[in-house]
């Protein structure tokens, strides 16, 4: 009866802290900067030479939330850019019946920018994501955002606190 009682606090103690929320949290790097939401949290911070990573994913059981924020330190062609991050999606054994829109000029937080949807499937579970292309002469940036369709709802705070708190010192801003 004690070693029950024992292991059903252990459980709810580990439920109550892994559903505790973590608190927005301010990052800036090389002149990109924005806000981990709150509930969310970076689970990659990666510098190398002119490549730079950061991973964000919304805490808690069974979230599916992500937000990734890569630059490369110089002007490329966006629509390369774009090409090579569908090249290495299309690489993942995991992404089953991927499928891209077409591509279309957008404005991403006062930023103008390349953008494009996405659709697949993880173990049979839709998915969908978006993908912004944009930059300057000094860095080009590919942001994607993308869910589980059934999390929508959960991560719609989250995303727009993201992109409402994205700035970078550029050159192109409207």
């Known amino acids: 009866m004690k070693v029950q009682f024992t292991t059903l606090l252990a459980i709810c103690l580990a439920l109550f802290i892994s559903c505790k929320s973590t608190p927005a949290v301010p990052y800036e790097h090389s002149g990109i900067a924005f806000t981990c939401p709150e509930g969310w949290e970076i689970t ?21 939330g992500l937000i990734t924020v890569t630059w490369i330190d110089g002007e490329l062609e966006w629509e ?55 930059g300057d002469e000094e860095k080009t940036i590919s942001i994607v955002m993308q869910e589980a369709d059934e999390d ?23």
């Not at 054994?93 to 957008?106: H, N, Q, Y």
């Not at 953008?115 to 049979?124: E, H, K, L, S």
């Open 44 to 64: 990659n911070d990666k510098h190398e030479d002119n490549m730079h990573f950061v991973y964000m994913e919304k805490t808690g059981f069974n979230a599916s």
């Open 80 to 134: 390369d850019y774009m090409d090579n991050t569908i090249e290495s999606f299309e690489e993942q054994p995991m992404f089953k019946e991927l499928e891209f829109s077409e591509p279309s000029d957008t404005v991403f937080n006062g930023y103008v920018a390349l953008t494009i949807n996405y659709t697949f499937n993880i173990t049979r579970m839709p998915h969908s994501g978006k993908m912004f292309i944009l």
């Open 152 to 174: 929508t709802r959960k991560n719609k705070d989250g995303f727009a606190a993201f992109m409402e708190s994205f700035s970078f010192e550029a050159v192109n801003m409207i």
